[in-house]
């Protein structure tokens, strides 16, 4: 299956917008060979087509100094393995610098990359999304991932970039 992978700095709604989409589908750690507990994989299905998605943030150090790193090892993880790619902001806070850093990464990747920010809860918060168009991603959509809006404007525009699968017939 195609794999969607969710990047982002911890407390942007990552995991809340990984429990959204993928429900009771989800594995609490790796099940891939050789990656355990770092991350969290868990499939969803969306206009009958299926895929994996994985949140980078698993598990995010106690110690804060690492936590840099670990973003963009995950991220890095996420270039690597990922069909589509996730980055989620959150859409109250200014745009920070660790944020362009990630989206420079994850934009010279070549893979399909997507703005969510997040926690636009109502539509009075929208125009506060647009400040996050200058880290340069052509694809940019407001979501709540807690009021679940918009949630499925962003897998349109995630599904339609990943590869077809043939459904073998039994
Ligand atoms: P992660 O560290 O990126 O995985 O972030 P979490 O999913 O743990 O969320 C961090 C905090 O943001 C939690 O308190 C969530 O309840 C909150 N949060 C997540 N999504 C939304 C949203 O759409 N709106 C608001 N207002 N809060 C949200």
């Known amino acids: 299956l195609p794999l969607i992978a969710i990047c982002g700095r911890p407390n942007v709604g990552k995991s809340t917008l ?8 989800r594995s609490i750690v790796g099940d891939e060979p050789g990656i355990t507990r770092d991350r969290i ?7 009958n087509r299926d895929a994996r998605i994985v949140d980078t943030g698993g598990v995010i150090p106690d110690d804060e100094a690492l936590i840099p790193a670990e973003i963009f090892r995950q991220a ?3 270039l690597d393995e990922a069909d589509a790619i996730v980055m989620v902001v959150d ?8 944020d362009m850093e990630l989206a420079r990464l994850l934009l010279r990747g070549g893979k399909p990359v997507f703005l969510a920010v997040n926690k636009m809860d109502t539509e ?3 125009p506060s ?13 407001p979501i709540s991932a807690e009021h679940n809006s918009g949630i499925g404007d962003l897998l349109d525009a995630v599904f339609a970039v990943l590869p077809e699968v043939d459904i073998e017939e039994p």
């Open 76 to 78: 890095q993880v996420a």
């Open 124 to 126: 009075a918060l929208l």
């Open 41 to 47: 994989y868990g499939e969803i299905e969306w206009m």
């Open 91 to 98: 859409g109250r806070t200014e745009l920070a610098s660790p």
């Open 129 to 141: 999304a647009e400040n996050f168009r200058r880290l340069g991603f052509r694809n940019v959509l």
């Open 18 to 25: 990984f429990n959204r989409l993928t429900g009771s589908r």
